[in-house]
């Protein structure tokens, strides 16, 4: 008798804890499907720039993150970030900041200076081990140029369209990591056919099953080879090349990858200035003699 009891309690706990771990799984799937949900559904593109993105998840949730859109006056923000740490508590932080980012980008002319805004917040209102890398740029079509802060992040790729390899390096330290550093903003002039390739540790880190690294030296490689590919091309062969390299191998983080490739300025330009002159004026007030009529257009 007691054997059987002893034996009914054990299938019980042992119930319990597939119960429970049930449950786990569907609150991180729920998780995962949430941090899909906050990436762009679909690559932007436009007269000068077209950009499109991929994360490539891990089994654990991890803080990965990434982002583009139009700002008023067509510029484009485009920024990816990576939070110390892995499972839910990086995923969270990760929600919050895209969030913070999506709302704040277009009220903040000075990167520098919301770097630095970002760095105290994210100091003040998380564990000392908390911190996160982040690239964010600015693309300005009137000027051709992209203004960004590289805040300890992986130095992006920059393919020039006639073959040459540039590094954006870090312009400050990770957001959060011993606050107080400052930032700077940095610009960089870009030609049509540039092509400008944002990653994060995931994909460089990532190892085969002898142990072996992906490396950045594998990704100039390919980046080199890239030719005129569009973004959507330049993302296939790089993914495909992570996937082969892994192999077998569970990834231990997820791995990001954004590409900026650059259109036509004059053309962006041209289209911008037919807008511009196309808009209705409102004269809001009444017009002098043979002028027009209150609350006429011109």
């Given at each position: 008798m007691l054997a059987f009891n002893r034996m009914a309690r054990d299938l019980a706990s042992n119930q319990e804890r597939l119960v429970e771990q049930e449950r786990l799984r569907k609150e991180l799937e729920l998780c995962r499907r949430i941090q899909t949900e906050l990436l762009p559904k679909k690559p932007l593109s436009y007269p000068f720039a077209e950009v499109q993105g991929?994360?490539?998840?891990?089994?654990?949730?991890?803080?990965?993150?990434?982002?583009?859109f139009v700002l008023p006056g067509d510029e484009v923000a485009l920024f990816m970030g990576?939070?110390?740490?892995?499972?839910?508590?990086?995923?969270?932080?990760?929600?919050?900041l895209?969030?913070?980012?999506?709302?704040?980008i277009p009220l903040e002319p000075d990167l520098a200076a919301f770097a630095e805004q970002l760095d105290r917040e994210v100091e003040g209102s998380t564990p000392a081990e908390v911190y996160l890398t982040l690239f964010l740029g600015i693309l300005d079509p009137r000027r051709g140029e992209l203004r960004y802060v590289n805040a300890g992040h992986e130095s992006p790729f920059l393919l020039r369209g006639d073959g040459r390899l540039e590094r954006l390096a870090a312009t400050g330290r990770p957001i959060g990591l011993m606050s107080g550093g400052g930032f700077i903003e940095r610009r960089v002039a870009?030609?049509?056919?540039?092509?400008?390739?944002?990653?994060?540790?995931?994909?460089?880190?990532?190892?085969n099953e002898s142990g072996d690294a992906f490396g950045p030296e594998r990704?100039?490689?390919?980046?080199?080879?890239?030719?005129?590919?569009?973004?959507?091309?330049?993302?296939?062969?790089?993914?495909?090349?992570?996937?082969?390299h892994r192999g077998g191998m569970d990834a231990a983080d997820d791995a990001t990858l954004l590409v900026l490739?650059?259109?036509?300025?004059?053309?962006?330009?041209?289209?911008?200035?037919?807008?511009?002159?196309?808009?209705?004026?409102?004269?809001?007030?009444?017009?002098?003699?043979?002028?027009?009529?209150p609350g006429a257009t011109v």
């Open positions: 991929v994360s490539i998840p891990a089994h654990e949730l991890g803080g990965d993150f990434f982002n583009y990576d939070v110390s740490g892995k499972g839910v508590p990086a995923a969270l932080l990760m929600a919050n895209q969030a913070t980012l999506r709302a704040r870009l030609a049509a056919g540039d092509r400008l390739f944002l990653y994060t540790d995931g994909l460089v880190d990532a190892e990704l100039e490689t390919l980046m080199a080879r890239g030719g005129a590919a569009d973004p959507a091309a330049l993302l296939e062969r790089i993914e495909r090349a992570y996937q082969d490739k650059v259109g036509d300025w004059v053309a962006a330009r041209a289209d911008g200035a037919r807008k511009s002159a196309g808009r209705a004026v409102i004269i809001p007030g009444a017009a002098g003699p043979g002028g027009p009529e």
